[in-house]
């Protein structure tokens, strides 16, 4: 699990990694939970490549009751930027009113939210529920300027752990989030955050989704789930004589160098 090896199972890591104000937090989510502990009880040094931990103190927070659907709502912030926005999404996003793209962020939202839900094999809620709120409307440029990234807080009625990543980039720590209300492990004195000035903020509306909306919101994954196990057709090959003849050169032009064509031209 901790090497990779489920990477085409799963398209939402089940181990993620984040270094948040110095500190370390590694999450496992479903099958990558019992791997975490493991670690855990052994671990006295992570090597990052360019810098090295010594690890001097541990706190585990382990959650059963997560990754469920409430009736009432729960925030998150942000604790890394989100990486809302791919080179498409972008596209559509720049040429929009301004009152207009903070709804469009909060439906980009729910596909993340959907998506996890998806690949947890979730029961779709009978109602959904989400509302975020940004710093700014202009997005962060990251990652060469493919992607664009905000930082806020959101509400919704899906239930998270800390420290799970929602967006692109999750495997680089991008769209961190810090569920405020159940975690118990950190303050966000620990964490370095500060709050956001709520008159500079741009807040969407509450949207709500019912079942069979919501199970439209991840109709895209599950059609990148089918191309990831679509198999590399063959080219089929025909044998002439016990020569070989690729089906696809067949129709074009004779190629005089072969040793078929030379002894052609030479028989007495």
Known sequence: MLNGKYRDRYLYPRVQVKV?????????????????????DNIKQLDFGNITFDILEKRIDENKNIFNYKDEMVNY?????????????WKIFKNMESEDKVNFLNKLLEK????????????PPKKFLSMIKVNSIEPASIDDNKW????????????LPSFIGLGNGITRGYGTLLNADSCQIFNKDDLGLQDSDENKCFESDLDEIHPDDFNKLHVKQDKRSYRLKRKKRKRSKNFNNGNYIDN???DSEPNFN???YHQKQHKV
Do not use: D, M, R
């Not at 948040?20 to 855990?40: A, D, M, R, Y």
């Not at 912030?77 to 999404?89: D, R």
């Open 20 to 40: 948040i104000n110095e500190k370390i937090f590694i999450t496992g989510v479903g099958h990558g939970v019992e791997p975490v502990l493991q670690l855990t």
């Open 112 to 123: 993340n939210l959907a998506f996890i839900s998806n690949e947890l094999k979730l029961t």
């Open 248 to 250: 696809q050169k067949k």
């Open 148 to 159: 664009g990234a905000f930082n806020g807080v959101f509400k919704t009625n899906f239930n």
């Open 77 to 89: 912030q942000f604790l890394t930027s989100w990486a809302a926005l791919n080179k498409n999404s």
């Open 258 to 260: 072969t040793e078929l």
